[in-house]
């Protein structure tokens, strides 16, 4: 079993940045593919990004791109998502994942986090 820890959530105000950190532990990191989801109250989980085990390989949504980055550093079990350029439909739950296999924008990943709560006021 794989056990994920999201950390770094808070409140931001519109234009700032802030960095989700997941923490992985419980099984070995090897292999394993990492994805940011979010969701806002009243409405659907979405993709944000997804880097695959070696890091040569990111996904990323339409809504984030150009503004988040994911990263990941696999000596700290570590995946991070670098957000810059916040706005108040940012504000959302952030979930962190992860899938034994490549990276991918579906729901289909096999270890979930808890979330970490992001607000960003206007």
């Known amino acids: 079993q794989v056990q994920l820890v999201e950390s770094g959530g808070g409140l931001v105000q519109a234009g700032g940045s802030l960095r989700l950190s997941c923490a992985a532990s419980?099984?070995?990191?090897?292999?394993?593919?990492m994805g940011w989801f979010r969701q806002a109250p009243g409405k659907e989980r979405e993709f944000v990004a997804a880097i695959s085990w070696s890091g040569d390989n990111t996904l990323s949504s339409d809504s984030v791109k150009g503004r988040f980055t994911i990263s990941r550093d696999n000596a700290q079990n570590t995946v991070y998502l670098q957000m810059n350029s916040l706005k108040p439909e940012d504000t959302a739950v952030y979930y962190c994942a992860a899938v034994r296999g490549d990276p991918n924008s579906s729901y289909k990943y096999d270890y979930w986090g808890q979330g970490t709560q992001l607000t960003v006021s206007s």
């Open positions: 419980g099984r070995t990191f090897r292999g394993y593919a």
